[in-house]
């Protein structure tokens, strides 16, 4: 509760600190922070950007750095919304390569207090790290000025940060993504700490076969061992976008603990800072280590908007060309019906083994191909006998004619699917060169050639199916 008597504290706007370094006392708005996080001591340690109506608006927009310092994660600002009010007395008032930043040690010597944002709510904080703090009609106004500012639309319209989509994602980088929590695995296989699965509705880039990426600016973490469990029921996923698994090393090389003091919950939205991006078996990963950060924040309307978009024009390949058939290696004219993704097939499948419904639906489908078996394209056709097929007569009598008989693994932006392709689908796919003995048709065997170097993209670059 408030403490009466108190003398009105002096409180300075965050402009103002530029000039005035040393022990002070502010309000601010938050627009983003993290979890804390454990440092190397005996602290735990969460970051804020600060902003108020002093520090520009529109296209000017900046904010302040506050790097808050506690024995216990409670003892941090533990923010319900966004753009909330924070007061702060006696914190560090520095520069730290040439940008102001706040600095709090909570108890001793710095305090807080949390307030709502909304213009209806009272004038009662919502957590203060104090059990008792003094309040005045100044302190009221200030309160409701920024209130004010927030909500008369000083904030709006402005993104103060832009973080990446999981499109842009590069190997051998960190990057800061907004993303929605799809699922969190907390017994890996790697025996990491957590793995998250994410989302922003964007495909990966696709990698070529066999990419590994170099980890060097990951000295200090071990990620050879990195092979996150599928922990997702494919019932629980969206039909589009690359679910992005995003490991928390326990520890790094020296035995310190990375981890952050708390997980997001699974369909939560929240902004990574700082993860690394590498490749693990030709699979886009992201690494969280101790210089990665998370914080939660509202659902990515631009995101959710963009996602709706790609279902209504049935775009299930980001990375394919707007024209699919400019770089389509094989295709089927008469096929009709929308793209699907491979995760809807995969979804697809389980619903009907679930119910015992007979398989042998057709799929139009936007894949690369990853792998090819038999990789010696005079080994792809066989005589029908081999597999101990017979012929229509009803007599049993074993088939002479040739057959395709060809496992493809495919892949998409959703997950991977092994394909096979067998007798009359096979010389289909192939664009009617027919089923033979290759070895004895060399012309044949040449144009076949040709198609599996579009297939794997050895012949220009990446193709798709």
């Given at each position: 509760?408030?403490?009466g008597g108190q003398p009105t504290y002096?409180?300075?706007?965050?402009?103002?600190?530029?000039?005035?370094?040393?022990?002070?006392?502010?309000?601010?708005?938050?627009?983003?922070?993290?979890?804390?996080?454990?440092?190397?001591?005996?602290?735990?340690?969460?970051?804020?950007?600060?902003?108020?109506?002093?520090?520009?608006?529109?296209?000017?927009?900046?904010?302040?750095?506050?790097?808050?310092?506690?024995?216990?994660?409670?003892?941090?600002?533990?923010?319900?919304?966004?753009?909330?009010?924070?007061?702060?007395?006696?914190?560090?008032?520095?520069?730290?390569?040439?940008?102001?930043?706040?600095?709090?040690?909570?108890?001793?010597?710095?305090?807080?207090?949390?307030?709502?944002?909304?213009?209806?709510?009272?004038?009662?904080?919502?957590?203060?790290?104090?059990?008792?703090?003094?309040?005045?009609?100044?302190?009221?106004?200030?309160?409701?000025?920024?209130?004010?500012?927030?909500?008369?639309?000083?904030?709006?319209?402005?993104?103060?940060?832009?973080?990446?989509?999981?499109?842009?994602?590069?190997?051998?980088?960190?990057?800061?993504?907004?993303?929605?929590?799809?699922?969190?695995?907390?017994?890996?296989?790697?025996?990491?700490?957590?793995?998250?699965?994410?989302?922003?509705?964007?495909?990966?880039?696709?990698?070529?076969?066999?990419?590994?990426?170099?980890?060097?600016?990951?000295?200090?973490?071990?990620?050879?061992?990195?092979?996150?469990?599928?922990?997702?029921?494919?019932?629980?996923?969206?039909?589009?976008?690359?679910?992005?698994?995003?490991?928390?090393?326990?520890?790094?090389?020296?035995?310190?603990?990375?981890?952050?003091?708390?997980?997001?919950?699974?369909?939560?939205?929240?902004?990574?800072?700082?993860?690394?991006?590498?490749?693990?078996?030709?699979?886009?990963?992201?690494?969280?280590?101790?210089?990665?950060?998370?914080?939660?924040?509202?659902?990515?309307?631009?995101?959710?908007?963009?996602?709706?978009?790609?279902?209504?024009?049935?775009?299930?390949?980001?990375?394919?060309?707007?024209d699919p058939h400019e770089l389509v290696?094989?295709?089927?004219?008469?096929?009709?019906?929308?793209?699907?993704?491979?995760?809807?097939?995969?979804?697809?499948?389980?619903?009907?083994?679930?119910?015992?419904?007979?398989?042998?639906?057709?799929?139009?489908?936007?894949?690369?191909?990853?792998?090819?078996?038999?990789?010696?394209?005079?080994?792809?056709?066989?005589?029908?006998?081999?597999?101990?097929?017979?012929?229509?007569?009803?007599?049993?009598?074993?088939?002479?004619?040739?057959?395709?008989?060809?496992?493809?693994?495919?892949?998409?932006?959703?997950?991977?699917?092994?394909?096979?392709?067998?007798?009359?689908?096979?010389?289909?796919?192939?664009?009617?060169?027919?089923?033979?003995?290759m070895q004895q048709n060399a012309a044949?065997?040449?144009?076949?050639?040709?198609?599996?170097?579009?297939?794997?993209?050895?012949?220009?670059?990446?193709?798709?199916?």
């Amino acid at each position: 509760m408030p403490e009466g008597g108190q003398p009105t504290y002096q409180y300075i706007s965050l402009s103002d600190a530029y000039d005035h370094q040393g022990r002070q006392n502010c309000y601010a708005i938050v627009t983003e922070w993290t979890v804390p996080q454990r440092t190397k001591g005996t602290d735990y340690k969460s970051s804020f950007r600060l902003i108020d109506a002093t520090l520009g608006s529109g296209q000017q927009l900046c904010t302040v750095e506050l790097l808050v310092f506690g024995r216990r994660p409670d003892q941090h600002p533990q923010l319900r919304a966004t753009n909330d009010i924070i007061r702060l007395h006696r914190v560090q008032v520095q520069m730290y390569k040439d940008r102001l930043q706040l600095v709090a040690k909570i108890g001793s010597p710095s305090q807080f207090l949390l307030f709502s944002h909304s213009i209806e709510a009272t004038d009662e904080p919502y957590q203060l790290s104090s059990a008792t703090y003094a309040w005045d009609d100044h302190e009221s106004n200030l309160l409701r000025t920024l209130r004010q500012y927030i909500n008369l639309g000083g904030l709006y319209g402005t993104r103060v940060y832009l973080p990446q989509r999981i499109r842009q994602i590069q190997p051998a980088n960190n990057f800061d993504c907004t993303c929605l929590v799809l699922a969190v695995d907390l017994a890996p296989a790697n025996g990491s700490q957590a793995c998250l699965y994410i989302w922003d509705g964007t495909d990966a880039q696709p990698l070529p076969t066999g990419a590994e990426a170099t980890e060097d600016f990951l000295r200090n973490i071990d990620v050879s061992g990195f092979r996150p469990q599928q922990a997702l029921q494919q019932g629980d996923l969206p039909p589009l976008g690359t679910v992005l698994p995003v490991t928390l090393a326990a520890k790094d090389a020296h035995g310190q603990d990375l981890g952050p003091a708390s997980l997001p919950p699974p369909r939560s939205w929240i902004t990574l800072r700082r993860v690394a991006a590498v490749v693990c078996d030709s699979q886009l990963q992201g690494v969280y280590h101790s210089g990665s950060k998370w914080t939660p924040c509202e659902p990515d309307a631009e995101a959710l908007a963009e996602d709706q978009r790609r279902k209504s024009v049935n775009n299930v390949a980001g990375w394919a060309p707007a024209d699919p058939h400019e770089l389509v290696a094989t295709t089927q004219p008469h096929c009709t019906e929308p793209f699907a993704t491979l995760r809807q097939i995969h979804r697809h499948a389980s619903k009907q083994a679930l119910q015992a419904a007979a398989m042998g639906n057709r799929y139009h489908c936007l894949v690369r191909v990853k792998g090819v078996g038999p990789s010696c394209v005079t080994e792809m056709c066989s005589r029908a006998d081999v597999w101990g097929l017979t012929d229509a007569s009803g007599t049993g009598s074993p088939r002479q004619d040739w057959i395709y008989a060809v496992q493809l693994r495919l892949e998409d932006a959703t997950g991977e699917l092994e394909a096979l392709l067998c007798e009359e689908d096979g010389a289909l796919f192939f664009q009617g060169i027919l089923p033979q003995d290759m070895q004895q048709n060399a012309a044949a065997a040449d144009a076949l050639y040709a198609v599996m170097d579009r297939l794997r993209g050895t012949a220009e670059h990446s193709r798709i199916a």
